[in-house]
Each structure stands twice: as structure tokens, then as C-alpha cells.
């Protein structure tokens, strides 16, 4: 799957926001090594460098876009573009951050304990990972996508991976000192109406679905999402639309 760093920037302040209060609530008060892993453009690395200054911090995603990207915004840094579910560095870290991206990624039953794995003694693995499979956004790109005439193209798209809270309790507790999990619903105010809504999906739920079909079949898609996403998130007396976005952050500490 393609990723584009411009267009996921479209609205870097609202997708930057769930990160800084991830990095905040690290237990771990000095840190000698931190990675971002799926670090998209950089704006959770710079997060995360800013809580850890005296850190070595790097970054490693799968698309070369972001990297590149990336490394413009923080030159000062160590980005690689390389894929998660292969990374396997010989050293361990004492900060170990995973932002809206191992949700893409299957077999979190052992993806999971893995990367805890790889943390130093009193080291922290954090994640967030949207929470927000059953929002109207998901719920109508699942209901479209079965349609004629994309069903035939979209029908075999499967879904992110999504687990409870309690199921990464239960896997990471036996594993770990201690561990946090909870659960913020964010209301982002997008100025432009339904279309807004669309351009922000566009930057991550959507991309998966649009690439598996040709321009005017994408243009046809988006017609048909733009016109139910306008009746699910109708807008405020100035346009606005106020988008409910549930995330689910986890803590896990060795």
C-alpha cells in the first residue's frame, strides 16, 4: 500500500494531537535510545525527540515518501525507510513508539510481545492505534465498497486488525511491570463540510480501497462516499464538521 506524506499532512495538528498525549503519559523519565516505528512524515519523531532531547532518536516507515520526507523536516535525525514486521535491530530501547500504524499489521498476538521484547529494563512500549471501526466513515467505506459496480474489485478487502482493550491487557500484563490502556474519543472541528471528512480519510482508510481501482472508477467511489458521509456528519451552522474520532492508547512497561 502507497502512502502520500502530503496528503496525510492535510490535517497534521489533528493527527499530531493523540501522540503528544501518548508521549506524555511515558513513565520513563530519561531516555537513552527511542524509535518511532511507523513514523510517517515525522511529526510523532519530533514529538518524541522534544519529551526525549538527550536520546538517541530514530525512525523507520515502509514508504519511501515519508521518509523522505521526514528527513527534510529533521535532518538531525536517523530515518529508514524499512518495514515493521521484519524490524529487528540487535539493540534494545528504552523508549519504543508506534503511532497510528500497527493497526495496518496482522499477528498482534505476537507482534506485540515482540517489540516488548526489544525494550531495556524499565523501558516502555507505547502505542495508539485508531479505535474507530464501527464510525459511520468505516462502517459506509465497507457498505460502498460491497456495491456494484466496485464489489467486484473491493469485495476481498479486509479489514485493519482490531482488538479490545481488555485483549491487550491480558497479552502484554504477563509480559510487563506494568501497563496502561485507555481509550479518547477526539472531536476534530474540520472546516469545508463533508468533503473535509473525506480528504482526512483519504489520507489512511481510504487509500487502501482507491488504489485497487482505476481513475475513474476512484472518481465514481468517492462521488458515492462523499454523498453518504454528508448525511452521516452533517455540518454546523458554519460549515464545520465536528468528526468523533475514538483511539486507543496501550503502555506497556518492563
Known amino acids: 500500500m502507497t502512502w502520500s506524506a502530503k496528503q496525510y499532512s492535510n490535517f497534521e495538528n489533528e493527527r499530531t494531537r493523540p501522540v503528544r498525549d501518548l508521549v506524555a503519559a511515558i513513565p520513563v523519565q ?15 519523531t519530533e514529538v ?3 519529551r526525549f532531547p538527550s536520546a538517541s532518536v530514530s525512525g523507520i516507515d515502509s514508504s519511501s515518501d515519508m521518509v523522505a520526507t521526514a528527513k527534510k523536516r529533521l535532518p538531525g535525525l536517523r530515518f529508514e525507510e524499512a518495514d515493521i514486521q521484519t524490524w529487528n535491530p540487535p539493540e534494545k ?41 464501527e464510525e459511520p466513515a468505516h462502517r459506509l467505506l465497507r457498505e460502498i465498497a460491497a456495491e456494484v459496480p466496485w464489489a467486484g474489485k473491493l469485495a476481498s478487502k479486509k479489514l485493519p486488525v482490531r482488538h479490545s482493550a481488555s485483549w491487550y491487557y491480558k497479552l502484554l500484563a504477563p509480559l ?20 473535509a471528512v473525506v480528504e482526512w480519510f483519504k489520507g489512511s ?50
Open 30 to 44: 530519561q531516555a537513552r535510545i527511542a524509535v518511532d516505528l511507523g513514523c510517517g512524515p515525522g511529526n510523532s
Open 48 to 50: 518524541l525527540a522534544q
Open 93 to 133: 530501547f528504552d523508549v519504543i513508539l508506534a503511532n497510528a500504524s500497527l493497526q495496518w499489521l496482522p499477528g498482534h498476538a505476537t507482534l506485540y510481545p515482540r517489540l516488548l521484547g526489544k525494550l531495556a529494563p524499565g523501558g516502555s512500549l507505547a502505542v495508539q492505534t485508531p479505535d474507530n471501526i
Open 176 to 195: 510487563s511491570q506494568h501497563v496502561d490502556v485507555w481509550q479518547t474519543t477526539y472531536y476534530h472541528p474540520l472546516a469545508g463540510g463533508a468533503a
Open 205 to 254: 482508510a481510504l487509500r487502501p480501497y482507491l488504489e485497487l481501482l482505476d481513475e475513474t472508477e476512484q472518481e465514481a467511489f468517492l462521488k458515492r462516499y462523499l454523498a453518504a458521509i454528508a448525511q452521516a456528519y452533517p455540518a454546523l451552522p458554519d460549515g464545520t464538521v465536528l468528526l468523533p474520532f475514538p483511539r486507543l492508547f496501550v503502555i506497556a512497561s518492563r
